[in-house]
Nanobody, 121 residues
Framework: QVQLVGSGGGLVQPGGSLRLSCTAS????????IAWFRQAPGELRKGVSC????????YYADSVKGRFTISRDNAKNTVYLQMNGLRPEDTAVYYC??????????????WGQGTQVTVSS
């Protein structure tokens, strides 16, 4: 059974940091790109970052470039999203997703359950 489990969300003050984790099971995760999307209340789900299966290529939305870093440890079937310099506008539910290649379409094959990130003083 294919499963993605996202974790690491929480409440943080502006300027703070969080690290999200996405652990895959039921498939060979290094054959899949893993992306993070986020969805704020009343908004569409939007791509934040993506990493290719072998980790050689990473992609970021303009709004998070220079603040977020995506990485993966295929030995642990886990992808990380290090988020620094968090802003209130980063508040959203964050979802990880898996697909053969990175893309910004929300039509990914597999999805995790979402983890809430709240940036507030």
């Amino acid at each position: 059974q294919v499963q993605l489990v996202g974790s690491g969300g929480g409440l943080v003050q502006p300027g703070g940091s969080l690290r999200l984790s996405c652990t895959a099971s039921g498939f060979t995760s290094d054959y899949y790109a893993i992306a993070w999307f986020r969805q704020a209340p009343g908004e569409l789900r939007k791509g934040v970052s993506c990493i290719s299966g072998n980790g050689d290529n990473t992609y970021y939305a303009d709004s998070v470039k220079g603040r977020f870093t995506i990485s993966r440890d295929n030995a642990k079937n886990t992808v990380y999203l290090q988020m620094n310099g968090l802003r209130p506008e980063d508040t959203a539910v964050y979802y990880c997703a898996a697909d053969p290649v990175c893309n910004w379409s929300p039509e990914y094959a597999y999805w995790g359950q979402g983890t809430q990130v709240t940036v507030s003083s």
